[in-house]
């Protein structure tokens, strides 16, 4: 009862998010709206009810399982897109080394007070 | 189509039953592997269901048309995402600082890399806006892709690829430049490898994962609000 109590609420925030989106031509998604509208709610509420906290962990919890039907697509567009794989790749690839190189750099010079002290480091596993 | 193949029953629940079990199948066979960081779970499944589709002779548009009374359960799950970024509101507010002066030029650089190398290449327009969302977490990348366009499967490709690349980069760049701070790591993994760079973090452990769910969120709320509004500015 408490996971669909807070399916309920979730989904209500979806529709919440969707009139929000149709109402002002928001360029966003409905479920988008509807995160940011949960978030709003719970920072003015400042609680978290027990059945919204254990419907988002379930779901959470599957969004491998729930985003793996968009990923077989991959298998079966490799034609549509057989000219530009080179670019694809590199773009990703070299792309990706660029962006964790230029992140890793930034956090450290942002926040290099906090970098040092003892009481951040945790034992390694 | 003959035989067999004829008395095979079709429709969602076939569809999401083949999801289910692959999905299943694709975890055991990870944890078999003995978690590979380059093979995540959902890639593994992901092929289980392209080969199960071959060989019970379901087209993939047939698939794709049926899967969706399951994949709907992204949209709840997007909204979902609120909870762990209220309940880390503290963590986000103490660093409020340099989350705030990092995330938005992190986070619009691992799009802008991706889409200048690309279009350096010579890819077109459908292309690059299947690139841009490449560092978002997929519920919030497909509601992105709804609102600028592009391949929903190469960008999903691209977010996958992305995820095993960020891993790997992470790992390797921190022990270069001798970065050892759970927080900045995992939430390094979070900016630029979503879902799977998390997995990866909380495997560091549990400072790591919390700041990589906190990236991750971030980046996913930053780039699902203003991506589509630059797309539509540069008129893309």
Known sequence: MTLLRGFLWLLGFQLLGQAAVEWLSLPVSHAMAGLLLLLVWLLVTRRLNESVATASQALIGQLAMLIMPGVVGVFFVIDEFAGHWTAVMLALVLGTFLSVLTTLWLMQRFMPGDLVSSETQEPRP | ????????????????????????????????????????????????????????????????????????????????????????????????????????????????????????????????????????????????????????????????????MATLFVSWLARLLGIRDPRLIGFTLGVNGHAIGTVRAFELGPTAGAFASLGMSLTGVFTALFLPLVWRLFGA
């Open chain 2, 1 to 164: 189509m003959s035989g067999w193949q004829a008395s095979i029953p079709n429709g969602p629940i076939l569809a999401i039953a083949l999801t289910l079990a692959a999905y299943l199948g694709g975890v055991r066979l990870f944890e078999r592997l003995g978690r590979p960081s380059w093979c995540p779970a959902v890639l593994i499944g992901a092929l289980l269901i392209a080969t199960g589709l071959w060989l019970l002779g379901i087209p993939y548009r047939d698939y794709q048309r049926d899967i969706v009374w399951l994949t709907l359960l992204l949209g709840p799950a997007t909204v979902a995402l609120a909870v762990p970024l209220y309940q880390q509101r503290q963590s986000i507010f103490a660093l409020w600082k340099p989350i705030l002066c990092c995330l938005p030029l992190a986070a619009a650089l691992a799009a802008c890399y991706a889409v200048a190398i690309a279009w350096l290449l010579g890819a077109p327009p459908a292309v690059l806006a299947s690139l841009a969302p490449k560092s978002v977490t997929a519920p919030l990348a497909i509601g992105i892709q709804e609102q600028i366009g592009g391949s929903l499967s190469l960008m999903l490709g691209g977010l996958l690829i992305t995820g095993v």
